[in-house]
């Protein structure tokens, strides 16, 4: 199944394609099922203004998501100037949701106070969380924000195609 | 270098319902916090409905908040000697009272940490290795033990049982426990009968908290429980949310929230009661600062974000206000304490014949806080409630007390608040250390007196002959640690080059070489450790050990809750415990010492026959009587039978025989005796205003602009010696953060990331900046024991003459900025670590 690793190290404007390709076959026997991700529309991105930030769903109804345009390139990031992120919005401690705050550039659990870091794929900055945030990978197509599939396990899933 | 992907995978297999299920404790902080873990052979998993899996849980949907969640670190395959592949899922026990499901950022990670053949973490030590050329090559148990049990015997013999040098352990968890602690006493102490040792990474053999003993006060106080139903909970020198995580999330945040309430109504009737205020003793805005404000609100947090060193002057300060004010607990003091103790300690520390506004506005000057937050802080310690019954007010301290300024006036000014105000052994409070690593100290009594001899000088006087170090790394984490690498480095070459002329020699002859090398200043090294640490690169035998889940151990948490952590996994090779190690030495011993007629020293290694770890717990528990009057960790009457039955909950120590079933002890002193033989509390005088700066470190002041304060944070344990083979932690850290004030930083032209160098008296060291107000002006914080840079480099010698507990915290720098480091700029978030909110 490729990994965020392969995805980063793919660099992050070579994005679409990766994802198109087939899942690699599982490389362990421990590995479960691989998930394949649906392709989903987010938005135009001449929508996408300075500061958006967009919720959906993603990969099913039942996985809230949320799409930011950052004020700098992230790690990750698709669009103009890769500053375009998404993530799953359930804590990877114990899956409440978590919120953006803008003046502080990061995402922020009322729970037991994790913060991840839009910029740099979600990375836990501090808090209780053992997975990073995980990241929606996205894709421009056509002038077309899409997802296209998600790095990490999203909070109270076994596999994120359930 | 990508940012970490621990979590990049996106499934996790779940436990079948046959799966074998093992508890457990968490192997890192003092917490303890319970676990379950599952294990099955790969290829076997369980099914999403909720009978098709171990957890009883429905996985068809996702959880709600809160749910049993298994996170992909909880998750990894292991390899056991039958060469079957195994999944082990480790998750938290929300039946543990402890944490109730709750993992923190370590825990949540403890499936990683794992022996793995084809992970990182197959850089554990496998075999038993001797020093060969510039590496090590394997030698075998039976070679190693007779190797090297022959020089210690040699040494013995020639140069008496203190050149014999050992650093080692004490910790419970992952460290150590009851077990390994135990075997480790018996070898050193009964057998070869050393006075220099010394506790991993400190240079001598001593308690931290004299003080507190002196007073008559345990260690550990209170029950968990306590924190909360407290009025107002007081924190010195203590980063709990970021070091003793779920204690200050399962237990005091509830109360700082207010959902406490009834619990506190039930338990004090009739008592006014309301959600508990919290008083941080902190030089940093850290994490615990800023989720106490998020939970409490920030009118109920009272931040003193004292100068260095200021913690005397400050809680003498608060003692004095609440002895002005008449807020003091007369009945206890008449009833529990030596009378003239308190009369001396009014005198001695709370200065009674100075005016108050002179001790409070000198105390604030000194501390750098406002003689108005001193005066809150002691209506907060002690000012009756509404109703006019007592506050119940919880002291904890740590490392910023206890390494610093001067470890026994900081910890005996705190324990005497605790006095004065009547607040230990009552349901509400307590005066107890935090605790960094869990506890399972039981050996016999350390042969050398009180101040303990300093190991490290004797190691640099060369009057150490053989050093033999156990799970503990000094070169990176002790005093003037390059002075401990060099020592190593020169004093082992000496015998290096014994050893690498008589390879493939027989054993006798490599001995006879080894000591006349000792004779020229040599030191041979042992290291015993789970991996190839800094330290461990000096050894000439390096001896492998079984760690956590690989053995089974017993320890006790921060409120004394002894658990059994049982063995759930090979280890790797040819590692075994370390009770074993010990074993196998003492029985080689005692048997050259029988070849060499000399039954008298023979007979000093007899107890080496223990068959498995139950029996070393079992042999150790000997010295408890069950009566009352045993230690705090006393374990009179347990079994591991009965610690199996208890589970994660386990048994609080002392353990009293009632009936012949041992009972436990919820908190120390609720009897109103304490450990001195009046049976009542001392005061411990801690000179006012202050002790002020020693000389040396004085000199070290003046020299250099930054305060370096240093320790453990959030995401990172001890030196990572697991960390750094988990990309998840590593990464966070791939080398010691520095933290700097904004206005310092832009002065020098460093940014975060930045590569900066910091250097003093003592050694240099280099770091990657993080710029954040947590810090005031002037002041740094630097994590403490990261291989690429530890502040260990920077410490000097000076310890305190009392105790022989080093000023850990009291090291003083200069900063360049060397240039910026474009990959970590990039992949390493610099976003701040005190935000809640
Ligand atoms: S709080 Fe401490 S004991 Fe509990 S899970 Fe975290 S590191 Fe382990
Ligand atoms: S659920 Fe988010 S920090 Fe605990």
């Known amino acids: 199944m490729p990994t965020r690793r392969d995805f980063l190290k793919l660099g992050s404007v070579g994005v679409a394609g990766l994802v198109a390709a087939p899942p690699a076959a599982p490389g362990a026997a421990d590995a479960a099922e691989t998930p394949r991700y649906p392709l989903l529309t987010i938005a135009p991105l001449k929508d996408i203004g300075a500061g958006a930030a967009i919720s959906f769903a993603y990969p099913d109804r039942h996985s809230p998501a949320m799409l930011l345009r950052l004020t700098a390139p992230a790690v990750g990031g698709v669009g103009p100037n890769q500053e375009i992120v998404a993530y799953s919005t359930l804590c990877t401690h114990k899956g409440c949701p978590v919120a953006f705050k803008p003046e502080r550039k990061m995402l922020i659990c009322p729970c037991h106070w994790s913060t991840f870091d839009p910029a740099k794929a979600g990375t836990l900055v501090i808090g209780q969380a053992s997975q990073h945030l995980p990241q929606i990978e996205l894709r421009v197509d056509n002038g077309l924000v899409q997802a296209v599939g998600v790095a990490g396990l999203i909070y109270g899933r076994h596999t994120n195609i359930v | ?837």
């Open chain 2, 1 to 837: 270098m990508p940012v970490s992907r621990a979590s990049s995978v996106d499934s996790v297999p779940l436990p079948p319902p046959g799966a074998q299920r093992f508890d457990t404790v968490c192997q890192f902080c003092i917490v303890g916090c319970g676990y379950k873990v599952f294990k099955w052979p790969v290829g076997r998993d369980g099914s999403p409905e909720a009978q098709g899996n171990a957890l009883g849980v429905d996985y068809t949907r996702p959880l709600p908040p809160l749910g049993e969640w298994i996170s992909t670190a909880m998750h990894s395959v292991v390899t056991d000697k039958d060469a079957r592949r195994y999944n082990v899922v480790i998750v938290p026990d929300k039946g543990c009272v402890v944490n109730e499901g709750l993992a923190s950022v370590r825990g949540g990670g403890l499936a990683q940490t794992l022996f793995a053949p084809d992970r990182a973490t197959k850089a554990r030590l496998s075999q038993p290795l001797v020093a060969q050329g510039r590496g090590h090559a394997p030698i075998g148990w039976d070679a190693a033990v007779d190797l090297g049990a022959r020089v210690i015997k040699a040494v013995v013999d020639r140069w008496g049982p203190d050149a014999v040098g050992m650093k080692f352990f004490d910790h419970g968890g992952g460290g150590g426990g009851f077990e390994a602690n135990w075997a480790v006493g018996r070898f050193f102490f009964s057998g070869v009968g050393t006075r220099t040792a010394s506790i991993h990474n400190r240079p001598a053999y001593n308690s931290e908290v004299h003080a507190a003993g002196d007073a008559g006060v345990a260690a550990l106080t209170n029950a968990y429980v306590d924190a909360e139903l407290a009025d107002t909970i007081v924190l010195v020198g203590s980063n709990a949310y970021e070091t003793q995580t779920n204690y200050f999330l399962v237990h005091m945040v509830p109360n700082l929230n207010g959902s406490t309430l009834a619990r506190k109504r039930e338990t004090f009737a009739g008592e006014a009661v309301e959600p508990a205020r919290i008083i941080i003793v902190d030089p940093r805005r850290t994490m615990t600062v800023a989720t106490a404000e998020a939970a409490a609100t920030p009118e109920r947090v009272l931040h003193l974000q004292i100068e260095p060193g200021a913690d005397i002057a400050l809680l003498n300060a608060i003692g004095r206000v609440i002895l002005e004010r008449r807020w003091y607990d007369v009945g206890f003091i008449g009833d529990r304490t030596e009378g003239q103790t308190f009369e001396a300690y009014q005198r001695s520390t709370l200065a009674v014949d100075r005016p108050l506004a002179d001790v409070v506005g000198e105390a604030a000057r000194i501390a750098g806080v406002s003689p108005a937050q001193i005066h809150q802080a002691a209506e907060w310690i002690a000012a009756p409630k509404g109703d006019q019954s007592r506050r119940r007010t919880l002291f904890h301290y740590e490392k910023g007390l206890i390494w610093g300024l001067k470890n026994y006036e900081n910890v005996a000014a705190l324990v005497d608040l605790a006095l004065l105000t009547g607040n230990i052994g009552k349901p509400g409070t307590g005066c107890s250390r935090m605790g960094g690593h869990q506890e399972g100290y039981v050996r016999p009594v350390y042969p050398g007196g009180r101040p303990a001899l300093n190991v490290d000088e004797a190691i640099r006087r060369g009057e150490v002959k053989a050093f033999w170090v156990g799970g503990c790394n000094p070169v990176l984490t002790t005093l003037r640690a390059e002075a401990m690498e060099t020592a190593l480095k020169e004093r082992g070459a000496v015998v290096q080059s014994a050893l690498d002329r008589t390879a493939g020699r027989p054993v006798g002859e490599r001995v006879a070489r080894i000591v006349d090398a000792l004779k020229l200043g040599g030191m041979f090294v042992l290291a015993q450790d789970i991996y190839m640490t800094a330290t461990a690169h000096y050894a000439h035998l390096v001896l492998p050990a079984a760690q956590w889940g690989e053995v089974n151990l017993t320890s006790i948490n921060g409120e004394r809750r002894l658990r059994l952590y049982q063995r759930f996994m090979d280890p790797p090779g040819e590692a075994i415990p370390d009770w074993e190690i010990m074993a196998r030495f003492g029985r080689r011993l005692r048997a050259l010492y029988l070849e060499d007629n000399n039954p008298q020293m023979a007979n000093r290694f007899l107890d080496f026959t223990w068959k498995s770890d139950e029996d070393v717990f079992i042999h150790a528990r000997y010295q408890f009587k069950g009566d009352g009057s045993d230690p705090i960790e006393g374990y009179a009457g347990v079994t591991y039978d009965l610690l199996r039955r208890l589970g994660t909950n386990g048994i609080q120590t002392p353990t009293r025989i009632v009936n012949r079933v041992p009972v436990p002890t919820v908190r120390v002193h609720e009897d109103g005796r304490f450990f001195t033989p009046s049976g009542r509390a001392r005061f411990i005088p801690a000179p006012q205003p202050w002790p002020g700066y020693a000389a040396k470190v004085v000199a070290q002041r003046t020299q250099f602009p930054f305060w370096v304060n240093n320790g453990r944070t959030n995401h990172i344990w001890q030196t990572l010696y697991h960390h750094q083979h988990v990309p998840f932690y590593a990464e966070h850290n791939p080398m010691p953060h520095l933290e700097m004030h904004p206005a310092d930083a832009a002065r020098l032209g460093i940014a975060s990331g930045d590569l900066v160098e910091l250097s003093n008296d003592v050694g240099r060291v280099r770091a990657m900046a993080s710029i954040t107000d947590a810090v005031k002006r002037g002041h740094t914080f630097m994590l403490f024991g990261q291989p690429r840079g530890a502040t260990g480099d920077l410490v000097s010698d000076h310890v305190d003459p009392a105790t022989t507990i080093p000023y850990y915290k009291g090291v003083w720098a200069a900063i360049r900025r060397i240039g910026p480091q474009p990959e970590i700029q990039r992949t390493v978030s610099f976003l701040p670590q005190n935000v809640a909110r």
